[in-house]
T-cell receptor, first 114, second 111 residues
Framework: EPEVTQTPSHQVTQMGQEVILRCVPI?????FYWYRQILGQKVEFLVS????????KSEIFDDQFSVERPDGSNFTLKIRSTKLEDSAMYFC????????????FGSGTRLTVV | RKEVEQDPGPFNVPEGATVAFNCTYS??????FFWYRQDCRKEPKLLMS???SGNEDGRFTAQLNRASQYISLLIRDSKLSDSATYLC????????????FGTGTRLLVSP
């Protein structure tokens, strides 16, 4: 079964450092997403990406965040200057695009900012 | 009012029991509905889509009431392996196909 792959599985970083979270979506999917889940809280939408540009972003996705699809397979989330409150699980997801379809999520990157 | 609201539980049930979860959503422009399952510290996994006519997948039955903006999930003959958090998820017609998650309902099935 096709899957979304995320690396690393766990990253510890110091406050103020830049981090890049990496994702390889399912190859024939057209829409890509980042979500995050702070421990004990609900899964929250960050950003959606289609046709090589951001299609929607949430209030959480401020100027510290950026996304990129540098080649045909990778999809990255960059946090420029991490804060303690950025500590969370970050999930990448992709979908084929049809409205009734759910998404496939990657196994997540646990980001810990110290 | 929260966009997607669920009873957080936990629901503690014995093996073999039938358990039902409910969910309400606030946006009548909602378009697609799903139940996801999430194990502790793992990614959400799609359990089933929810259709207006109701749908069943083995021991799982999902219902949608658009007039009341209400979604339900029924699990029959609970197994130990059903222990997880069940997430009610809505895809709104506005916005570019983003999913909006409820906080989840935790289910604990005991022997």
């Amino acid at each position: 079964e096709p899957e979304v792959t995320q690396t690393p599985s766990h990253q510890v970083t110091q406050m103020g450092q830049e981090v890049i979270l990496r994702c390889v979506p399912i190859s024939n999917h057209l829409y890509f997403y980042w979500y995050r889940q702070i421990l004990g809280q609900k899964v929250e939408f960050l950003v959606s990406f289609y046709n090589n540009e951001i299609s929607e972003k949430s209030e959480i996705f401020d100027d510290q965040f950026s996304v990129e699809r540098p080649d045909g397979s990778n999809f990255t989330l960059k946090i420029r200057s991490t804060k303690l409150e950025d500590s969370a699980m970050y999930f990448c997801a992709s979908s084929p695009g049809q409205r009734s379809y759910g998404y496939t999520f990657g196994s997540g990157t646990r980001l810990t900012v110290v | 009012r929260k966009e997607v609201e669920q009873d957080p539980g936990p629901f503690n049930v014995p093996e073999g029991a039938t358990v039902a979860f409910n969910c309400t959503y606030s946006n009548s422009a909602s378009q697609s509905f799903f139940w996801y399952r999430q194990d502790c510290r793992k990614e959400p996994k799609l359990l089933m889509s929810v259709y207006s006519s109701g749908n069943e997948d083995g021991r799982f039955t999902a219902q949608l009431n658009r007039a009341s903006q209400y979604i339900s999930l029924l699990i029959r003959d609970s197994k130990l392996s059903d222990s997880a958090t069940y997430l009610c998820v809505v895809k709104f017609d506005t916005g570019f196909q983003k999913l909006v998650f409820g906080t989840g309902t935790r289910l604990l099935v005991s022997p």
